[in-house]
């Protein structure tokens, strides 16, 4: 499995873009690269998902580029309440949709 | 978007009862699911894998006789946690593999947290 290296902990002040680069050198051929969001006791939720190029919805864009073996997640104009663990997980269709969850990104807005 | 739910949010037990946690797929049809658990301050780890009409799939260093799943229907997963001990309190998550033409993709129950006294 696919194994993914992220920033421990990210500070940043509201209003400003935030960037969320995760490494994933050895992303197999037809993984997909997955970001979750994580407030204290709660389940991870889907934020974005992309396989190539860029990838943007109404929350962020996701910036993977052409060896995909990283994957940066865009947050524009964070708000405080943005504050939480950031997940970069890839695979989906290798093991059956088995994610092997790493540390996380613990993102901190501030005022 | 798609919805997974978890029941109980919450469950206080006695050592040595067994407690069970449901997950269920509120408008997909999930032949896998997926057990994780977490400890303050820690990621996910992954418990096991709950598949459909067979057998769960555990994780290396998972007692499968302790945490017993059953996946009886496209839309439920149970995990039952057997002869629970205060260590065996955690934040228990299920996930749930959506399949699609578009891609597959994964949610996340909101969580049930177990405390065992």
């Known amino acids: 499995l696919a194994k993914t290296t992220q920033p421990i902990s990210m500070d940043s002040y509201e209003g400003q873009e935030v960037n969320i680069t995760c490494s994933h050198n050895?992303?197999?051929?037809?993984?997909?690269i997955t970001w979750y969001q994580q407030f204290p006791s709660q389940g991870p939720r889907f934020i974005i998902q992309?396989?190539?190029t860029k990838v943007t919805n109404e929350v962020a864009s996701l910036f993977i580029p052409a060896d995909r073996k990283s994957s940066t997640l865009s947050l524009p104009r964070v708000s405080l309440s943005d504050t939480a663990v950031y997940y970069c997980?890839?695979?989906?269709?290798?093991?059956?949709?088995?994610?092997?969850f790493g540390q996380g990104t613990e993102l901190s807005v501030k005022p | 978007g798609a919805v997974v739910s978890q029941h109980p949010s919450w469950v206080i037990c006695k050592s040595g009862t067994s407690v069970k946690i449901e997950c269920r797929s509120l408008?997909?049809?999930?032949?896998?699911m997926f057990w994780y658990r977490q400890f303050p301050k820690q990621s996910l780890m992954l418990m096991a894998t709950?598949?459909?009409?067979?057998?769960?799939?555990?994780e290396q260093g998972v007692e499968k006789d302790k945490f017993l799943i059953n996946h009886a229907s496209l839309t439920l997963s149970t995990l039952t946690v057997t002869s629970a001990h205060p260590e065996d309190s955690s934040f228990y998550i299920c996930?749930?593999?959506?399949?699609?033409?578009?891609?597959?993709?994964?949610?996340f129950g909101e969580g049930s947290w177990l405390t065992v006294v």
């Open positions: 997980l890839v695979g989906l269709y290798n093991q059956g949709g088995k994610l092997i």
């Open positions: 709950s598949n459909e009409g067979s057998k769960a799939t555990y």
């Open positions: 408008d997909f049809q999930a032949t896998t």
């Open positions: 996930s749930a593999l959506r399949t699609a033409p578009g891609g597959n993709t994964i949610y």
């Open positions: 992309g396989y190539k």
């Open positions: 050895n992303i197999a051929t037809n993984d997909y």
